[in-house]
C-alpha cells in the first residue's frame, strides 16, 4: 500500500508544479504583452489610444472623420476602442516621410488627406416652440399602478 500512497503524490505533485509555471507562464505573458503595449511609441502614421480618449477625440485631433479611422482601422463600432490600441490616422496606403522602401528616390513629401465631413449643416436654433395637446377628452386615472 505504500507503493501506491508514494505514485500518487509524485503523481500530484508533478499536477501542482506543471500548473504553477503554467500560471507563472500566463502572468508572464500578459505582463510583458499590457507593458509592451502601453509604453512603446506609435510609429509614423499611427496613434496609441491613451486613457480618456475617444474615437471622436482622436479624430478631432488629428483632422480626419470618425467615419475615416473607424474605416481604415475595421473597427465593428466607433464607440469602442481599448487603451493602447493602435489606430491608423492615415490612409492606407500613404508613404510615410522616410520614403518608401528599397526606392532609393530619398525622401517623399507627404500630404494630409482632406478630411470629409458628411454630417449634415446645422440648423439655426427655434425661435418660438408652439405646443399642442395630444388629445381632447378627461383623464380617467393618473400615472402609477392600478
Given at each position: 500500500?505504500?507503493?501506491?500512497t508514494?505514485?500518487?503524490d509524485?503523481?500530484?505533485?508533478?499536477?501542482?508544479?506543471a500548473l504553477?509555471?503554467?500560471?507563472?507562464?500566463a502572468?508572464?505573458c500578459?505582463?510583458?504583452?499590457?507593458?509592451?503595449?502601453a509604453?512603446?511609441?506609435?510609429?509614423d502614421g499611427?496613434?496609441r489610444v491613451?486613457?480618456?480618449d475617444t474615437?471622436y477625440s482622436?479624430?478631432?485631433?488629428?483632422?480626419?472623420?470618425?467615419?475615416?479611422?473607424t474605416r481604415?482601422?475595421?473597427l465593428p463600432?466607433?464607440?469602442?476602442i481599448?487603451?493602447?490600441?493602435?489606430?491608423?490616422i492615415?490612409p492606407?496606403?500613404?508613404a510615410s516621410?522616410?520614403g518608401?522602401?528599397?526606392?532609393g528616390?530619398?525622401p517623399?513629401?507627404?500630404?494630409?488627406t482632406?478630411?470629409?465631413?458628411s454630417s449634415p449643416?446645422a440648423?439655426?436654433?427655434?425661435t418660438?416652440i408652439?405646443?399642442?395637446?395630444?388629445a381632447?377628452?378627461?383623464?380617467?386615472?393618473?400615472?402609477?399602478p392600478p
Amino acid at each position: 500500500m505504500t507503493g501506491t500512497t508514494d505514485t500518487t503524490d509524485t503523481t500530484n505533485g508533478r499536477r501542482r508544479r506543471a500548473l504553477g509555471l503554467l500560471a507563472a507562464a500566463a502572468a508572464a505573458c500578459l505582463a510583458a504583452g499590457c507593458g509592451t503595449l502601453a509604453s512603446e511609441p506609435a510609429p509614423d502614421g499611427y496613434y496609441r489610444v491613451q486613457s480618456g480618449d475617444t474615437l471622436y477625440s482622436v479624430a478631432q485631433r488629428h483632422k480626419r472623420s470618425v467615419r475615416d479611422l473607424t474605416r481604415w482601422n475595421q473597427l465593428p463600432s466607433a464607440d469602442r476602442i481599448e487603451v493602447g490600441q493602435l489606430l491608423r490616422i492615415r490612409p492606407p496606403g500613404t508613404a510615410s516621410a522616410g520614403g518608401s522602401a528599397g526606392s532609393g528616390s530619398g525622401p517623399v513629401a507627404v500630404r494630409d488627406t482632406p478630411r470629409v465631413d458628411s454630417s449634415p449643416p446645422a440648423r439655426a436654433p427655434a425661435t418660438s416652440i408652439r405646443l399642442q395637446w395630444p388629445a381632447e377628452g378627461r383623464v380617467t386615472a393618473g400615472y402609477g399602478p392600478p
